[in-house]
């Protein structure tokens, strides 16, 4: 089984480019009510996944920045904190689960670092659950 099977396409999640603010980052992630986004670079390629936790950092550690002027600060300027590898779109579900079980989903790039999209936790806990079960059937 490989990263294939369960990958959700670019076009279908929510990402976000390294030119774009803080503000557009919080605004996004709370409507979607979530705590990571991949980053991406305007060629496409994945440099990374801000997390909540790297836009508190930054409002922490800048003096004088409040909610209202973090559309001054661009997400290449917001330090990542934590560092959510990406794995190939020919890598096989055991170096996936490897991943998800420090991050709540795994990116997919193709061989030349372009991002094509994530794996969520969520498809492989399922995945390896009917297998669990099919077992206890046998």
């Known amino acids: 089984m490989n990263v294939a099977f369960f ?9 976000l480019k390294e030119n774009a603010t803080m503000r557009q980052a919080l605004e996004r992630m709370e409507y979607h009510s979530y705590s990571a986004v991949p ?6 390629k994945y440099i990374g ?6 836009l508190l950092w930054k ?6 920045l409040t909610f209202h002027n973090t559309e001054d600060i661009y997400l290449s300027d ?6 959510n590898l990406p794995v190939t779109i020919d890598a096989q579900i055991e170096d996936l689960i490897s991943r998800a079980v420090v991050q709540n989903f795994v990116p997919v790039v193709d061989d030349q670092q372009t991002f094509i999209g994530i794996v969520r936790r969520r ?4 995945y390896c659950s009917q297998l669990l079960l099919q077992r206890k059937v046998e």
């Open 39 to 44: 980053l991406i670079n305007n060629d496409g």
């Open 59 to 64: 409002l922490k550690n800048t003096p004088g």
């Open 78 to 83: 917001v330090e990542q904190h934590v560092q």
């Open 49 to 54: 996944t801000i997390t909540e936790g790297d």
């Open 123 to 126: 498809e492989m806990i399922e």
């Open 7 to 15: 990958l959700i396409p670019k076009k279908d999640i929510v990402y």
